[in-house]
């Protein structure tokens, strides 16, 4: 399972890079966005077909790891989960947003308001507090609801309220015997859960997937990395097609909503079991040092890419979907480009200390 664990981590970060690049909304002409409908079908499609599904699978990896070698989750190992997450989270979430709003700060006064909801320089000390939590709070814009300043790291919010309830969690579970996460998933499902931000409806559900699976001390069986991860791809495909007709052509009803989150548990199982086929014909996909740049590459994408795809994008406005569709390849592979180059820089010449501050000590 670790093996599976580590080869599957930079992948699933390379997906939620190009699932952050959309080249129209960086248009300089917003009139124009009509003539891009082959290109956004096109990310459209990846993105509810594909990219929805990486945090999923990052949560349950999470929930995993946080109990497989617990034998009894007593005050003692609750105080050593969180220390240690003091230093793998907390600690990078803080800096991390902290440079971001650096970085604001000084492009609102060098070059523009950033971000363009209320300049940096216009934060009290209020919405400063609020911008490590909630950023659609400072903008008043429920489209920012729930997102930080470096907006990937609501994932490493959601993961460390989750931590800290994990008592109540592994009780419900424990006790329960897992029946909760019927609950859970409903929950998730039928998106009932109203905003607290943290944890989300997707967080405490795939957390405790994850986290259950830990406890029972499950390990995905060697034979299930046989030809029936095939089948569990042809049952998603062909659940998607009607779906994806559906969302994108046609109105979106409730029940397919429904549909589609149960879908999604398809496509999960389908990726996990694929990746489980290819670990068994090659144990180690990728170096360690690329392996290991998961969590910096998560944090570091998201200001480089939405810099990159304002400076790019008007290069290829009038080329139309062909344009948008080369932005789309050429900006997030700069940036993973340059992310692998910083942390290798991070990890061999930085001090040690540094490197911790920026990576958890991964």
């Given at each position: 399972?670790?093996?599976?664990?580590?080869?599957?981590?930079?992948?699933?970060?390379?997906?939620?890079v190009?699932?952050?690049?959309?080249?129209?909304?960086?248009?300089?002409?917003i009139?124009?966005?009509?003539?891009?409908?082959?290109?956004?079908?096109?990310?459209?499609?990846?993105?509810?077909?594909?990219?929805?599904?990486?945090?999923?699978?990052?949560?349950?990896?999470?929930?995993?790891?946080?109990?497989?070698?617990?034998?009894?989750?007593?005050?003692?190992?609750?105080?050593?989960?969180?220390?240690?997450?003091?230093?793998?989270?907390?600690?990078?979430?803080?800096?991390w947003?902290?440079?971001?709003?650096?970085?604001?700060?000084?492009?609102?006064?060098?070059?523009?308001?950033?971000?363009?909801?209320?300049?940096?320089?216009?934060?009290?000390?209020?919405?400063?507090?609020?911008?490590?939590?909630?950023?659609?709070?400072?903008?008043?814009?429920?489209?920012?609801?729930?997102?930080?300043?470096?907006?990937?790291?609501?994932?490493?919010?959601?993961?460390?309220?989750?931590?800290?309830?994990?008592?109540?969690?592994?009780?419900?579970?424990?006790k329960?015997?897992g029946?909760?996460?019927?609950?859970?998933?409903?929950?998730?499902a039928?998106?009932?859960?109203?905003?607290?931000y943290?944890?989300?409806?997707?967080?405490?559900?795939?957390?405790?997937?994850?986290?259950?699976?830990?406890?029972?001390?499950?390990?995905?069986?060697?034979?299930?990395?046989?030809?029936?991860?095939?089948?569990?791809?042809?049952?998603?495909?062909?659940?998607?097609?009607?779906?994806?007709?559906?969302?994108?052509?046609?109105?979106?009803?409730?029940?397919?909503?429904?549909?589609?989150?149960?879908?999604?548990?398809?496509?999960?199982?389908?990726i996990?079991?694929?990746?489980?086929?290819?670990?068994?014909?090659?144990?180690?996909?990728?170096?360690?040092?690329?392996?290991?740049s998961?969590?910096?590459?998560?944090?570091?994408?998201?200001?480089?890419?939405?810099?990159?795809?304002?400076?790019?994008?008007?290069?290829?406005?009038?080329?139309?979907?062909?344009?948008?569709?080369?932005?789309?390849?050429?900006?997030?592979?700069?940036?993973?480009?340059?992310?692998?180059?910083c942390?290798?820089?991070?990890?061999?010449v930085?001090?040690?200390?540094?490197?911790?501050?920026?990576?958890?000590?991964?």
């Amino acid at each position: 399972m670790r093996s599976l664990i580590s080869n599957i981590r930079f992948p699933l970060c390379v997906l939620i890079v190009f699932m952050h690049c959309n080249p129209p909304v960086f248009c300089e002409s917003i009139v124009r966005l009509g003539t891009y409908r082959e290109f956004n079908l096109f990310h459209g499609f990846l993105y509810e077909s594909l990219f929805r599904l990486c945090v999923p699978i990052f949560f349950i990896i999470s929930g995993y790891l946080f109990f497989i070698n617990i034998d009894q989750f007593t005050k003692g190992v609750y105080c050593e989960k969180l220390h240690r997450r003091l230093h793998s989270l907390l600690i990078p979430y803080l800096v991390w947003n902290g440079v971001v709003f650096l970085l604001y700060y000084l492009g609102s006064m060098t070059i523009a308001p950033m971000p363009s909801g209320k300049a940096a320089t216009s934060f009290s000390f209020s919405d400063f507090i609020w911008s490590f939590w909630n950023i659609g709070h400072v903008y008043g814009d429920d489209s920012f609801t729930g997102l930080v300043l470096d907006i990937p790291l609501w994932y490493v919010r959601d993961l460390m309220v989750i931590s800290l309830l994990s008592p109540l969690l592994y009780l419900l579970l424990t006790k329960t015997k897992g029946f909760i996460l019927l609950v859970f998933a409903v929950l998730w499902a039928g998106e009932l859960i109203p905003d607290f931000y943290a944890p989300s409806d997707q967080a405490l559900f795939f957390f405790s997937l994850g986290a259950y699976a830990g406890i029972r001390k499950f390990v995905i069986p060697v034979e299930w990395g046989d030809k029936r991860c095939y089948l569990f791809l042809l049952i998603y495909l062909l659940l998607a097609v009607p779906i994806l007709y559906f969302r994108f052509f046609r109105s979106f009803e409730v029940f397919w909503v429904w549909i589609k989150h149960v879908n999604d548990l398809f496509g999960i199982a389908t990726i996990l079991l694929l990746a489980l086929r290819l670990t068994q014909k090659k144990e180690s996909w990728l170096p360690s040092t690329i392996s290991g740049s998961s969590f910096f590459l998560y944090a570091f994408f998201s200001m480089p890419l939405l810099l990159l795809q304002k400076l790019i994008v008007p290069l290829f406005e009038s080329y139309g979907s062909k344009g948008m569709l080369a932005c789309f390849l050429i900006c997030p592979t700069m940036v993973i480009a340059l992310g692998l180059i910083c942390y290798w820089c991070l990890k061999r010449v930085a001090p040690a200390w540094l490197s911790r501050l920026f990576t958890g000590g991964r």
